[in-house]
Structure formats: structure tokens, C-alpha cells
């Protein structure tokens, strides 16, 4: 049997902590950030090869048209996008994945990753995803990041046995850790972080979820059926699908079924959850500066500018970022990008010009 694999784009991300860049219109996945292409072009393109079908995007309803046409600009047109008419997380994606495999063709695996994330090595990344295949038949696959420092920001998998060639059982998920935990992890070897990508046969995630989130898979079931379709897109019925609990995949199954099973990896991935790190990724110059637009830069060391307008001038800064976009402007030490996020909600509240 010929190997089939289903991208599932997930398209769901708000980016608030890459404000004003990212926006709840545009959010960062449809932004080219330090690529020609945007994030979600990046995605579909690293999701193709003879083994890939057409892709699949799970979006909300304001961004099935830029999502149709990046994906077509980039020569990766969908099948089919799905339209959510409210975010459900991430359980309710897998299972309307699931089913839409089951119509499309259900002998392929679905690969269901997100459109906002950083791979620097995509051929690594399939070569890894194809040798998963034979396990992904009978269990839900995730893929772990081998970590490189004690990262906090991200949740962990233990692994436990071996299945195969560098896939082993799931032993157990962990949330995300202090410093002190994130060190004994590292110095452990058995722990990854969980990106959050996925490679499942549909009929096992269904079994898993009627399992384990029957209310999510009956829910999915009853939106997915009666959804209205036009062409490529399916927009999900409201009704059913505001019946579904907003609850991740990894709580709702991959921390209870027995079918979880995770492949190690070091593929060059990033998630860029915010300024500091699209610094840290970026190219630089001479002075340790990121930059993209017309800039000038004078006495200016180790910041990040992104210019979407006029030029931006820089003079004396040191560990900056300067954001100029038609949606704002922000001015902030690279090492407060956390904080982005309350800019972002305050610009919700300020009057429209």
C-alpha cells in the first residue's frame, strides 16, 4: 500500500505577543517572518513531497480567504478548508480532522500541524514523519523536540519504551516546568517538548476520542454533517459546534489513551511566541541587529526592527525592538517581550481612526 499522508493545517493563533505586527485580522502565521514566505506558506510547503496529499486548513471564518489565497500564491491550493465559527481548541480540530480524512481518504494518516511554527530542517522533519508511519497505523504519534536548554515555555514528554527506531511509548506529559525541574529534565536525556504535531490514523483518533471526549467527537460529528459547503470551503454549523468543550488534544486524549507514542527529533523547530525570539532566529548584521524594512540604524546594537511603512531611524539603542506597523507602533527591551501581550489587549479597547 502506497503511503498516504493528510496535512491538517491548524490555523488558529492570535500571536497577541507579536502585536502590532500580528493582529487578530492577520495573525502571525499569514506574516513572512525572517522568510520570503509567510508562516503558513512555509508550513504547506514543508508538508509536500510524493507521499503528501493536498492540504487541509482549519481556520476561523475571518481568515479563510487570506489562508485560500497565500496557500495558492505559494502553489500549495487546499482541498478544503474548514471554517470554525468559534475556536473549540485543539481536540475539536483533531476530531474534525479525523472525520475529513474519513471522507477524503481514509487510508491515509492525517498529519496535523500548526501553521504558526518554525522548521529550519524539513527534510529532516519528513524523513522523521515517514518513519513514523507504520506505528501512526495503530497510535496517536507526536512528535518531541530534543531540548537544547532548560526551555519553561514549553510542556514535556517522557518517553517510555522503545517501539521501534526512535519512536517509544508515551510514558507521561508534563506541564510546563519551574527552572529548577526544566534542568533535571535535560540532564535526564528521556524528556523532549511537545510541539504539538501530530500523525494519526483517523479511524484510531475517532476511537480514542469516543473514548476519551465523546462530548468533543459527538459535537465534531454533528457540525461536520451538517456544515455548509461552497466550493473548497466547509463552514462548520454554529450551533452543534458551539456544543463542543474548548479543551486541547493532549488533555482530552493523548494524557489518557494508551495509544500515544512520541518520535524524537532535531529538526530546527521554533515556536515564535514572540518578539525575543524572532531576535534570536533572525539574521543579523555586524551589531547583532535583526531587521526587515527601510530602517536606519546609528549606534544601534542588538535589536529587532520591523519596519511596515515609513523608515524607522534607531540612534543609541541598545536590546530594542521597534515595531512600526499600520496597526501600531511599539517600543519595548527585547527582554519584556513577554509582556507584548498587554499591549495587545489595550489596543483592543482604543477608539478606531
Same mark, same amino acid.
Given at each position: 500500500?502506497?503511503?498516504?499522508?493528510?496535512?491538517?493545517?491548524? $490555523?488558529?493563533?492570535?500571536?497577541?505577543?507579536?502585536?502590532?505586527?500580528?493582529?487578530?485580522?492577520?495573525?502571525?502565521?499569514?506574516?513572512?517572518?525572517?522568510?520570503?514566505?509567510?508562516? +503558513? =506558506?512555509?508550513?504547506?510547503?514543508?508538508? %509536500?513531497?510524493?507521499?503528501?496529499?493536498?492540504?487541509?486548513? #482549519?481556520?476561523?471564518?475571518?481568515? *479563510?480567504?487570506?489562508?485560500?489565497?497565500?496557500?495558492?500564491?505559494a502553489g500549495r491550493s487546499p482541498q478544503a478548508i474548514i471554517v470554525e465559527p468559534m475556536a473549540r481548541n485543539t481536540a475539536a480540530v483533531a476530531a474534525v480532522a479525523a472525520l475529513a480524512a474519513m471522507e477524503y481518504d481514509p487510508e491515509a494518516l492525517v498529519l496535523m500541524a500548526?501553521?504558526?511554527?518554525?522548521?529550519?530542517?524539513?527534510?529532516?522533519?519528513?524523513?522523521?514523519?515517514?518513519?513514523?508511519?507504520?506505528?501512526?497505523?495503530?497510535?496517536?504519534?507526536?512528535?518531541?523536540?530534543?531540548?537544547?536548554?532548560?526551555?519553561?515555555?514549553?510542556?514535556? +514528554? =517522557?518517553?517510555?519504551?522503545?517501539?521501534? &527506531?526512535?519512536?517509544?511509548?508515551?510514558? *507521561? /506529559?508534563?506541564?510546563?516546568?519551574?527552572?529548577?525541574? !526544566?534542568?533535571?529534565?535535560?540532564?535526564?536525556? @528521556?524528556?523532549?517538548?511537545?510541539?504539538?504535531?501530530?500523525? /494519526? @490514523?483517523?479511524?484510531?483518533?475517532?476511537?480514542?476520542?469516543?473514548?476519551?471526549?465523546?462530548?468533543?467527537?459527538?459535537? @465534531?460529528?454533528?457540525?461536520?454533517?451538517?456544515?455548509?459547503?461552497?466550493?473548497?470551503?466547509?463552514?462548520?454549523?454554529?450551533?452543534? /459546534?458551539?456544543?463542543?468543550?474548548?479543551? $486541547? #488534544? &493532549?488533555?482530552?486524549?493523548?494524557?489518557?489513551?494508551?495509544? !500515544?507514542?512520541?518520535?524524537?527529533?532535531? #529538526?530546527?523547530? !521554533?515556536?515564535?511566541?514572540?518578539?525575543?525570539?524572532?531576535?534570536?532566529?533572525?539574521?543579523?548584521?555586524? @551589531?547583532?541587529?535583526?531587521?526587515?524594512?527601510?530602517? +536606519?540604524?546609528?549606534?544601534?546594537?542588538?535589536?529587532? #526592527?520591523?519596519?511596515?511603512?515609513?523608515?524607522?531611524?534607531?540612534?543609541?539603542? *541598545? &536590546?530594542?525592538?521597534?515595531?512600526?506597523?499600520?496597526?501600531?507602533?511599539?517600543?519595548?527591551?527585547? %527582554?519584556?517581550?513577554?509582556?507584548?501581550?498587554? !499591549?495587545?489587549?489595550?489596543?483592543?479597547?482604543?477608539?478606531?481612526?
Amino acid at each position: 500500500m502506497t503511503l498516504k499522508i493528510l496535512p491538517v493545517i491548524m $490555523s488558529g493563533g492570535s500571536g497577541t505577543r507579536l502585536w502590532p505586527m500580528s493582529t487578530p485580522e492577520k495573525p502571525k502565521q499569514f506574516h513572512a517572518l525572517g522568510t520570503e514566505n509567510t508562516m +503558513i =506558506q512555509e508550513t504547506a510547503l514543508r508538508l %509536500s513531497g510524493d507521499n503528501f496529499l493536498k492540504p487541509m486548513v #482549519i481556520c476561523g471564518k475571518s481568515h *479563510r480567504a487570506v489562508a485560500l489565497d497565500q496557500l495558492t500564491e505559494a502553489g500549495r491550493s487546499p482541498q478544503a478548508i474548514i471554517v470554525e465559527p468559534m475556536a473549540r481548541n485543539t481536540a475539536a480540530v483533531a476530531a474534525v480532522a479525523a472525520l475529513a480524512a474519513m471522507e477524503y481518504d481514509p487510508e491515509a494518516l492525517v498529519l496535523m500541524a500548526p501553521a504558526d511554527h518554525v522548521i529550519t530542517r524539513p527534510l529532516a522533519f519528513r524523513q522523521v514523519v515517514l518513519a513514523s508511519a507504520e506505528v501512526a497505523r495503530e497510535r496517536i504519534v507526536t512528535f518531541g523536540i530534543r531540548p537544547l536548554s532548560p526551555e519553561t515555555g514549553y510542556g514535556y +514528554i =517522557q518517553r517510555g519504551e522503545a517501539l521501534g &527506531d526512535n519512536i517509544f511509548a508515551v510514558r *507521561r /506529559f508534563l506541564e510546563k516546568p519551574n527552572l529548577d525541574t !526544566a534542568k533535571t529534565y535535560l540532564e535526564d536525556g @528521556s524528556y523532549d517538548w511537545n510541539a504539538g504535531i501530530f500523525l /494519526f @490514523s483517523p479511524q484510531v483518533m475517532i476511537e480514542e476520542l469516543r473514548a476519551y471526549a465523546p462530548e468533543v467527537l459527538s459535537a @465534531s460529528e454533528a457540525a461536520y454533517a451538517k456544515a455548509h459547503r461552497h466550493a473548497e470551503t466547509i463552514e462548520l454549523e454554529a450551533e452543534a /459546534f458551539s456544543m463542543c468543550p474548548s479543551i $486541547s #488534544i &493532549d488533555y482530552a486524549v493523548m494524557e489518557n489513551t494508551e495509544k !500515544a507514542a512520541v518520535a524524537p527529533c532535531y #529538526i530546527g523547530w !521554533a515556536d515564535v511566541g514572540g518578539f525575543s525570539e524572532l531576535w534570536r532566529l533572525g539574521a543579523k548584521d555586524e @551589531s547583532g541587529n535583526h531587521s526587515m524594512g527601510p530602517k +536606519i540604524l546609528i549606534d544601534a546594537e542588538n535589536c529587532l #526592527i520591523r519596519a511596515e511603512g515609513p523608515p524607522v531611524a534607531v540612534i543609541g539603542m *541598545r &536590546d530594542t525592538m521597534i515595531i512600526s506597523t499600520p496597526a501600531g507602533v511599539l517600543v519595548a527591551p527585547l %527582554s519584556l517581550a513577554q509582556e507584548v501581550k498587554k !499591549a495587545a489587549e489595550a489596543a483592543k479597547n482604543l477608539p478606531q481612526v
